[in-house]
């Protein structure tokens, strides 16, 4: 049974950092590119960072490019999602994701989910 768990959300003041980890288990974590993404209250899932299986290549939504950092471990198979400077509009649930046909933003082409873990940036 594979199984994707977030874990280190947590509350944090604007200009705050926090590190966000996926554990993966039941797939050969090795062969998915993974991905994170995030939905907020009353809003649609949307595309944060995305990482291909080696970790060498990976993509950004917009507005996070240069303040988070996504990256692997495939050896502790596990992923992270490094966020600094963060902002009262990067509030939302996190969820990581795995892909087996490789990286890409669309979450619908995501094989397997996690349950995400709360992010809250308060102003």
């Known amino acids: 049974q594979v199984q994707l768990v977030e874990s280190g959300g947590g509350l944090v003041q604007a200009g705050g950092s926090l590190r966000l980890s996926c554990a993966a288990s039941g797939l050969t974590f090795n062969t998915y590119a993974m991905g994170w993404f995030r939905q907020a209250p009353g809003k649609e899932r949307e595309f944060v960072a995305t990482?291909?299986?080696?970790?060498?290549?990976?993509s950004y939504k917009d507005s996070v490019q240069g303040r988070f950092t996504i990256s692997r471990d495939n050896a502790k198979n596990t992923m992270y999602l490094q966020m600094n400077s963060l902002e009262p509009e990067d509030t939302a649930v996190y969820y990581c994701?795995?892909?087996?046909?490789?990286?890409?933003?669309?979450?619908?082409?995501?094989?397997?989910w996690g349950r995400g873990t709360q992010v809250t940036v308060s102003s």
């Open positions: 994701a795995a892909n087996r046909e490789g990286i890409s933003t669309h979450a619908g082409l995501y094989d397997y």
């Open positions: 990482i291909n299986v080696r970790g060498g290549g990976t």
